[in-house]
């Protein structure tokens, strides 16, 4: 991932670009074409990712007490394609597109969040996020999307201590009373966040979870704001 200026970006009712990669919608599926540099190894990285929607949901919940953070799933049911231009992996299945959007930066309100996403042998998609503010007040998000685009609320399962990450990160899920999640995979490992996939039980079923921590006081310490950069190269 590239941050870049706004002289990078070009984007109409169907299509949104920034530098070489591009998000477009043709009415059927959202097509993601991109062409990056990795990092910190300056190979090429190209592909496409085609995403295709059971239904769209209108479903927004604030994540903060003043309405400056929100999320909502935009296609909380899909199916998605992966092909890497070089053919080491070509990759279908199940999956999830949502928005994250605010008016400030996260590490001001939030002290940390564990989010999980869970898909049932229905083709319906459990979501629970768990956000904690500075304020000490707590905001969860326990939502059930079915394939229609219909979604319900339902009583949040007791939340389940995981093992802490090799940087200290506190993770933790909530799954069913009786069950022991346990992470199964790490996908993404940083200083202040970690992404990976969890067994854990939901609503009685039980399978994996992509899964992520987020510690957001560490976001804003300078140690981290110095290897951002090497991480996340910027295009002015």
Same mark, same amino acid.
């Given at each position: 991932?590239? =941050?870049?200026?706004?002289?990078?970006?070009?984007? %109409?009712?169907? &299509?949104? @670009?920034?530098?070489? %990669?591009?998000? $477009?919608?043709?009415?059927?599926?959202?097509?993601? !074409?991109?062409?990056?540099?990795?990092?910190?190894? #300056?190979?090429?990285?190209?592909?496409?990712?085609? /995403?295709?929607?059971?239904?769209?949901?209108?479903?927004?919940?604030? +994540?903060?007490?003043?309405?400056?953070?929100?999320?909502?799933?935009?296609?909380?049911?899909?199916? /998605?394609?992966?092909?890497?231009?070089?053919?080491? @992996?070509?990759?279908?299945?199940?999956?999830?597109?949502? $928005?994250?959007?605010?008016?400030? #930066?996260?590490?001001?309100?939030? =002290?940390?969040?564990?989010?999980?996403? $869970? /898909?049932? @042998? &229905?083709?319906?998609?459990?979501?629970?996020?768990?956000? @904690?503010?500075?304020?000490?007040?707590?905001?969860? /998000?326990?939502?059930?999307?079915?394939?229609?685009?219909? %979604?319900?609320?339902?009583?949040?399962?007791?939340?389940?201590?995981?093992?802490?990450?090799?940087?200290?990160?506190?993770?933790?899920?909530?799954?069913?009373?009786?069950?022991? #999640? *346990?992470?199964?995979?790490?996908?993404? !490992?940083?200083?202040?966040?970690?992404?990976?996939?969890?067994?854990?039980?939901? +609503?009685? =079923?039980?399978?994996?979870?992509? &899964?992520?921590?987020?510690?957001? *006081?560490?976001?804003?310490?300078?140690?981290?704001?110095?290897?951002?950069?090497?991480?996340?190269?910027?295009?002015?």
């Amino acid at each position: 991932m590239t =941050e870049r200026s706004y002289r990078h970006l070009v984007r %109409s009712a169907t &299509h949104f @670009q920034v530098g070489p %990669s591009a998000l $477009s919608w043709n009415g059927r599926w959202f097509e993601l !074409n991109f062409d990056e540099r990795e990092s910190p190894w #300056p190979a090429r990285l190209q592909g496409r990712v085609r /995403v295709h929607p059971s239904a769209f949901t209108s479903f927004r919940a604030d +994540l903060d007490e003043r309405g400056l953070h929100r999320w909502g799933p935009i296609a909380p049911c899909a199916r /998605v394609e992966v092909e890497l231009a070089s053919g080491a @992996q070509i990759w279908s299945g199940p999956g999830y597109f949502d $928005s994250n959007d605010g008016d400030e #930066p996260i590490h001001r309100p939030f =002290e940390r969040w564990d989010w999980s996403r $869970s /898909v049932s @042998q &229905h083709g319906h998609t459990s979501v629970l996020y768990d956000v @904690q503010c500075k304020s000490g007040a707590q905001r969860l /998000v326990v939502q059930r999307f079915r394939p229609d685009g219909y %979604s319900e609320g339902f009583e949040a399962p007791p939340r389940h201590r995981l093992p802490k990450t090799a940087w200290g990160i506190a993770r933790s899920t909530r799954s069913d009373p009786g069950s022991t #999640p *346990r992470v199964l995979e790490v996908f993404e !490992n940083t200083p202040f966040y970690v992404r990976d996939l969890v067994s854990s039980t939901v +609503l009685g =079923e039980s399978g994996p979870s992509v &899964h992520e921590s987020l510690d957001a *006081r560490r976001v804003a310490a300078w140690p981290v704001q110095m290897m951002l950069p090497f991480r996340m190269p910027r295009r002015r």
